[in-house]
């Protein structure tokens, strides 16, 4: 075993991993501090009964009144000299036994009703949401009122008024995603595997409503604990002797400039209960959350993080390249781990150049790419190293605003999937126009003569109607075509198109090649692909990069690369491509897996699936050696001409 894999060894074994549910929980100090503090206090309610404390019913005239901080009586004594300590207590207890009871009731039934609602539909969905639609048509409040009037004053028929009024919310939530979910594939699937429509909706269904449902009741309950409380005060809950927050609160009011503490009291700790449970409501969302789960409690922003240790002095942008990104590291940090998706990427273009980068996926093109504008999500991504120059401009160094200006105008993107690029909701004329507006000050109609001037760009028939149409009522090919327009609404100087025809038919591949290579040369604009597949490449690419575990390994023309690979990872790409006329051709494979980046051995990352590969590969780092000009490849024992891998 070499050195440099003894020394990996540890490191697999102790790597961070993403943070539990707990610890995602704990990471949250406000929703710490509020579970901390609904612990303690419902701790407090339940161990009552073992308290040394006065009896919250028993009354002593001669005791009325008494402030707080007196002998044997901590927080004072009410109107009938009854010990508030005592009866906050236990009227904490009450409170949140009601308050979690009738959410647990709202829950149960306003779920069932929204997932029978949602899968069943039709007639049932109509009957069951028009009961719902009469609740929600009085003001909830109003509505329990009449409850509590029509099944008289009493705790335990608040309890039942507070449940009924809230049905509705948990009914309308769920039968809303339960909804799509009845019409994805994986419900498709169980019923043709003979499953009953109990067995779907319960097992297949049920598991994923579940995170919402416990996220609305976990908002929900302090809540309903203020709507008992409201009764209460108001005389329709909670009945003399029995004590609770809201009971308290009303018994106090007649008195609050006389005695104000007898109201004060009940009343912070009505806004202590329902602040910890809301904050601890707060911070079960987000642990349930699949955005947040790399450990951090922020969402998404509008730009990757820039976060490199010191700005980088010695580089500078080469002469003929209108972009041109040096040592670009991009990270994502999930909880304790790091994973480098791009480790040191060197790419640059030059005017009206088309740049292909290929490799297999995990290997850091798309990162690399959506790196540039400051595309990557953050968290969990962030830009730790390199630079990125559009003309003389280091992208990585500029403000969010000039950043907002530049997307679009001199760079745009051309994405995988047009129908997920586009916007459901709005006409294609709309979405073009408002790309047109975002950088000109032109008025909106001459910005629809520009929108329909590139629909006939990219040679899509009878423009002026298709700009009223919606992205669905569209092919794939069209939709694509729509977004390469979009992309040269501002004659944008960079164009990076992130496999832009892999979802699409090799003619309609073909037609969005040929139109891409035709505006490149009109335009003299520079385009970055992305691609798998060669093919591709060698249709519209003059360069290519290749890039392998974060790292591009070998650049080169076109001709060159496909012709003489030098490094054996991209002889080996080649190998698995078939070639159409050479039936006796032999289609090669590539053994193993690529390393996952939050664990790179010290060498060649490529080693483990190198036929190559010697002792020196393990050894230290890859440097990249320039084998002619322009061309070079981060290999220690390159492939020569003619040779077979």
Not at 142 to 147: E, K, S, V, Y
Not at 609 to 617: E, L, V
């Amino acid at each position: 075993m070499t050195e440099a894999a003894v020394s990996s060894a540890p490191k697999a074994r102790t790597t961070a991993r993403r943070p539990d549910s707990i610890r995602l929980l704990l990471n949250n100090s406000l929703a710490t501090g509020g579970f901390i503090v609904l612990v303690a206090v419902a701790l407090v309610a339940l161990a009552a009964p073992f308290l040394p404390l006065a009896d919250p019913d028993v009354t002593a005239p001669a005791n009325r009144l008494m402030p707080p901080f007196s002998p044997d009586h901590f927080l004072g004594t009410d109107a009938l000299g009854r010990d508030i300590l005592s009866r906050i207590v236990w009227g904490t207890r009450v409170s949140l036994a009601v308050g979690l009871s009738a959410t647990v009731i709202a829950a149960f039934f306003g779920s069932l009703i929204g997932l029978v609602a949602g899968y069943a539909a039709g007639r049932v969905d109509s009957v069951l949401m028009r009961g719902i639609d009469m609740i929600m048509a009085f003001p909830y409040i109003l509505l329990a009122l009449a409850i509590v009037a029509v099944l008289g004053p009493g705790l335990l028929n608040a309890l039942y008024a507070i449940a009924v009024v809230n049905i509705p919310f948990f009914a309308r939530n769920i039968r809303g995603i339960t909804l799509g979910l009845s019409r994805r594939e994986f419900v498709d699937a169980a019923r043709l595997s003979g499953k009953s429509n109990v067995q779907i909706l319960f097992i297949e269904v049920l598991p994923n409503v579940l995170p919402v449902i416990i996220i609305t009741m976990s908002t929900t309950i302090g809540w309903m604990i203020l709507e008992t409380a409201g009764l209460s005060f108001l005389g329709l809950g909670a009945q003399p002797p029995q004590a609770d927050l809201g009971s308290m609160l009303g018994e106090g009011r007649k008195i609050l400039f006389t005695a104000p503490h007898v109201s004060v009291v009940p009343g912070l700790m009505i806004l202590v209960l329902v602040m910890s449970i809301n904050l601890f409501g707060d911070g079960v969302r987000d642990v349930l959350d699949p955005r947040l789960k790399s450990g951090v409690l922020t969402r998404p922003v509008a730009r990757t993080t820039i976060d490199r240790k010191e700005a980088p002095s010695g580089l500078k942008p080469r002469g003929d390249a209108v972009l041109d990104v040096q040592d670009l590291r991009t990270e994502f940090h999930l909880g304790g781990t790091v994973y480098k998706a791009a480790g040191g990427v060197d790419l640059h273009l030059a005017q009206g150049e088309c740049l292909g980068v290929v490799g297999e996926s995990g290997s850091g093109k798309s990162v690399s790419a959506m790196s540039i504008m400051g595309l990557v999500p953050s968290p969990p991504g962030r830009i730790v190293g390199g630079a990125a120059f559009l003309g003389d401009e280091d992208l990585f160094s500029l403000s969010d605003e000039r950043i907002r200006q530049l997307r679009g105008a001199d760079v745009s993107h051309v994405f995988q999937d047009p129908l997920s690029t586009l916007h459901p909701l709005f006409t294609i004329g709309d979405q073009l126009t408002e790309a047109i507006l975002a950088h000109r000050r032109i008025t909106r109609s001459q910005a629809r003569k520009i929108a329909e001037d590139l629909l006939k760009l990219v040679r899509i028939p009878n423009p002026a109607e298709r700009l009223k149409v919606y992205p669905h009522e569209l092919s794939g090919g069209m939709r694509q075509r729509i977004c390469i327009a979009m992309a040269l609404a501002n004659d944008a100087k960079v164009m990076i198109a992130d496999e832009p025809t892999t979802a699409l038919d090799v003619t309609v591949q073909a037609q969005i090649l040929s139109l891409m290579n035709t505006l490149r040369h009109e335009r003299n604009a520079a385009i970055l692909f992305i691609t798998h597949d060669f093919g591709v490449v060698s249709a519209i690419c003059d360069r290519v990069a290749v890039m392998y575990a974060g790292k591009v390994v070998e650049t080169g023309t076109t001709e060159e690369i496909l012709n003489s690979p030098a490094h054996p990872y991209t002889a080996k790409l080649i190998d698995c491509v078939p070639v159409l006329g050479e039936p006796e051709r032999r289609l090669d494979a590539i053994e193993g897996r690529p390393p996952m980046v939050n664990n790179l051995p010290q060498g060649c990352a490529f080693a483990d699936r190198c036929p190559k590969a010697q002792a020196d590969c393990r050894a230290a780092p890859i440097s990249v050696t320039e084998i002619a000009e322009g061309r070079s490849v981060r290999c220690l024992h390159p492939v020569k001409e003619g040779e077979h891998v």
